[in-house]
């Protein structure tokens, strides 16, 4: 696991793969939230306050900023994958 940082003295964050989801811990290492990099979504998986909720989805959303993908590569990967399929 690659330690990413620490959110407060309650939370911290860690990622298995360079390219999969953002794990949101608590410090007994019990899952609270994943966080897709991808889509900037947050899956909850534990009950937290709501302050603190918004305090980590800012902390990630920080860290992690939603990047723009051009509608023209989105396209081209759409007709690679179904002349693939042909």
């Known amino acids: 696991m690659e330690f990413i940082g620490s959110i407060n003295t309650s939370y911290y964050c860690e990622r298995d793969k360079p390219t999969g989801p953002v794990l949101v811990l608590v ?3 019990y899952r609270v939230a ?10 909850w998986h ?12 800012n902390w990630l ?3 992690f900023p939603q990047v723009e993908v051009p509608v023209e590569a989105a396209t081209r ?3 690679a994958r179904s002349m693939a399929a042909v």
Do not use: C, L, S, Y
Not at 46 to 57: F, H, L, M, N
């Open 27 to 29: 410090t007994g290492a």
């Open 46 to 57: 534990r009950v937290v306050a709501a302050p603190q909720r918004g305090v980590i989805e």
């Open 61 to 63: 959303n920080e860290r």
């Open 77 to 79: 990967k759409k007709t």
């Open 34 to 43: 994943e966080f897709d990099v991808h889509t900037g979504n947050v899956k």
